[in-house]
Nanobody, 125 residues
């Protein structure tokens, strides 16, 4: 089991930056591929960014490419999402997720076995 807790959400204005963090505990963290997903009201949960076990491979949704950066620190069991140039359409609950075991930076929700409870990000225009 891997337990995940997100933090860093909040209310910001369009154009601002925000940094989300995900703290992991429990089983080995360093071997799990990780990802960020988000869900806006009335919409399905969607992929945002993913990172492989070493941090050497990342993958982004087109909507955030060039604005968001995913990273991880295996020693601290932490994953982060730096969000720059935020837009109103980035408003959503953001979830941290982990695959079960070794994996690639995947955009597919079904490949993630562990989920945090989410942190709200609201961007006002």
């Amino acid at each position: 089991q891997v337990q995940l807790v997100e933090s860093g959400g909040g209310l910001v204005q369009a154009g601002d930056s925000l940094r989300l963090s995900c703290a992991a505990s429990g089983r080995t963290f360093s071997s799990n591929a990780m990802g960020w997903f988000r869900q806006a009201p009335g919409k399905e949960r969607e992929f945002v960014a993913a990172i492989n076990w070493s941090g050497g491979s990342t993958y982004y949704a087109d909507s955030v490419k060039g604005r968001f950066t995913i990273s991880r620190d295996n020693g601290k069991k932490m994953m982060s999402l730096q969000m720059n140039s935020l837009k109103s359409e980035d408003t959503a609950v953001y979830y941290c997720a982990a695959q079960d075991g070794w994996g690639t930076a995947s955009p597919y929700l079904r490949q993630y076995a562990y989920w945090g409870r989410g942190t709200q990000v609201t961007v006002s225009s």
